[in-house]
C-alpha cells in the first residue's frame, strides 16, 4: 500500500476517541499525522486518566485536552484552547465517540431503560449536534474544512444486538445532514458521516456477539471489511482537498456489504 503522500500538509484539527491502539480514531490520528496533518487530541477525562492516548501524542508531536463531548462547556474550552495550541482556525474535526449504556450493561432492546437510553443518545449522537453548533457559533472552522463522524449500517437495516446505537446512528446521520446543510451554505465546511465495518475495538466487542458479525460480514463483502486502518485512510481523503464539494453524506467504508443481498459463499451453508 502507497500512502506516502501529504495530502494534509498545513492542515489543523481536532481528533475525539482515540481510547487505545485498537480505536478508529488512534489509526486515524496516525494515518492524519503521516499525511502531514496537525492536531490535538481529545477525550473524556476517564478515557484520557484509563486509556493510552498520552503515548499517541507523544508519538504524532501532538498535545491532549479532556473534553466530555456531552458538555458546551468542555467544547467550548476544547476548540478555544485548541485554536491557541494550533496557532489557527481548524480545517478538519473526526468524531469518533459510541457508547449505549444499554449495550454495555446488556439490557435487551425490548426492556430499555430510558435514562441509560437518554445517556447514551447524549453521548453518541447529541454530542456531534453540540460539537457542530459549538464550532459553528464561534467560527472556528476555515472555510474547505471538514467535518467526520463514524456511522454504522444498523442505522439503516436491523441487527441483533446493536440495540438503541440504531437509533442513535441514524439521528447522528441525521444531524450530518442538518447541520451540515448550514455549514456547507454559511460557511463552505462539509460534514459526513462515514459507515464502517464492524471492527474489534472497545466499542465494537461492547455487542454481543461480535465475532459472528465480523465472519457474517467478512463473507458477505466482496472486498472483506474495511479495518480501522482502511477507516483512518478513507478519513485521511475526506480531510483532503480531493473531496470538497463531497457533502451532507453517509458514506459506507465496508467492503461492498451494504449493496450485497447474501453472497455466495454464505448461500452455499444453505445448501443441503
Ligand atoms: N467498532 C465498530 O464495530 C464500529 C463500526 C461502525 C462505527 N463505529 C463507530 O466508530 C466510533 C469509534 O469507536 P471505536 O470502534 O473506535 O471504539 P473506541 O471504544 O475505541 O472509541 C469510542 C470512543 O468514544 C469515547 N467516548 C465515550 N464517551 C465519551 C464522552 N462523553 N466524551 C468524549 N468521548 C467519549 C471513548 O472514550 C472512546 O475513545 C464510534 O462512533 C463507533 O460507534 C464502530
Not at 15 to 20: C, M, R
Not at 35 to 62: C, D, H, Y
Not at 228 to 233: E, K, R, V
Request: proline residues 2%.
Amino acid at each position: 500500500m502507497k500512502m506516502n503522500h501529504k495530502i494534509l500538509e498545513g492542515k489543523k484539527g481536532i481528533i475525539f476517541g482515540a481510547l487505545d491502539d485498537q480505536s478508529i480514531a488512534w489509526k486515524a490520528a496516525l494515518a492524519v499525522n503521516q499525511a502531514g496533518g496537525e492536531f490535538v487530541l481529545t477525550n473524556s477525562p476517564l478515557a484520557i486518566r484509563m486509556g493510552k492516548i498520552e503515548e499517541l501524542a507523544q508519538q504524532t508531536g501532538s498535545q491532549t485536552i479532556a473534553c466530555d463531548a456531552t458538555s458546551l462547556e468542555d467544547l467550548n474550552h476544547l476548540i478555544e484552547k485548541s485554536t491557541e495550541i494550533l496557532n489557527s482556525k481548524l480545517d478538519f474535526v473526526l468524531h469518533s465517540i459510541g457508547m449505549s449504556v444499554n449495550v454495555r450493561k446488556k439490557r435487551h432492546y425490548t426492556n430499555l431503560k430510558y435514562d441509560w437510553l437518554a445517556k447514551g443518545w447524549d453521548i453518541s449522537a447529541v454530542s456531534f449536534h453540540k460539537l457542530l453548533q459549538t464550532l459553528y457559533k464561534s467560527d472556528k472552522m476555515n472555510q474547505w474544512g471538514s467535518i467526520v463522524a463514524l456511522s454504522y449500517i444498523a442505522a439503516q437495516r436491523t441487527f441483533p444486538n446493536y440495540s438503541d446505537m440504531a437509533e442513535n446512528k441514524a439521528y447522528l446521520e441525521s444531524v450530518a445532514r442538518s447541520f451540515g446543510y448550514y455549514f456547507g451554505k454559511e460557511k463552505k465546511v462539509r460534514v459526513n458521516t462515514i459507515s464502517q465495518s464492524p471492527t474489534p475495538t472497545t466499542a465494537g466487542k461492547g455487542v454481543k456477539g461480535l465475532d459472528a458479525f465480523l465472519n457474517f460480514a467478512q463473507a458477505n463483502s466482496p472486498l472483506g471489511n474495511a479495518t480501522a486502518l482502511d477507516c483512518a485512510h478513507y478519513i485521511v481523503s475526506l480531510f483532503s482537498d480531493y473531496t470538497r464539494k463531497v457533502t451532507l453524506q453517509n458514506l459506507y467504508n465496508d467492503g461492498g456489504f451494504s449493496m450485497v443481498g447474501v453472497s455466495e459463499e454464505i448461500l452455499t451453508k444453505f445448501l443441503e
